[in-house]
Nanobody, 127 residues
């Protein structure tokens, strides 16, 4: 599966952005989860949100109430609406598709070794 993100950019604190992730090639069946991760400068990737084929969404505590994940199956596109952005939201944002995506008891999102990743889109939030 080939994924491509878009929609990143520079925004002031308190502003909004909507990221998109297009499924360029490949097939995602109803058992495939999709999600968004972000990577702050000098840190590892952190899961932010996931959505199941039936539309059930889950979020990391850091973005609950601010970010919304959604998908348009007709357009084969995943979205992340980001509101009330903070400077600490700055980083690269990646979409991912995987059948083995799961949240642990600590609220961390993980994916399997066969996950498909996009190339990422940069989000910069100025203070």
């Amino acid at each position: 599966v080939h994924l491509k993100e878009s929609g990143g950019g520079l925004v002031q604190a308190g502003g909004s952005l909507r990221l998109s992730c297009a499924v360029i090639s490949g097939y995602l069946d109803s058992s495939t989860f999709m999600g968004w991760f972000y990577q702050a400068p000098g840190k590892g990737r952190e899961g932010l949100a996931s959505i199941e084929g039936d539309g059930i969404a889950n979020y990391a505590d850091s973005v609950k109430g601010r970010f919304t994940i959604s998908q348009d199956n007709a357009k084969n596109t995943l979205y992340l609406q980001m509101n009330s952005l903070k400077p600490e939201d700055t980083g690269m944002y990646y979409c991912v598709a995987d059948r083995n995506m799961a949240w642990d008891a600590s609220g961390h999102l993980s994916v399997g070794d066969s996950a498909s990743w996009g190339q990422g889109t940069q989000v910069t939030v100025s203070s």
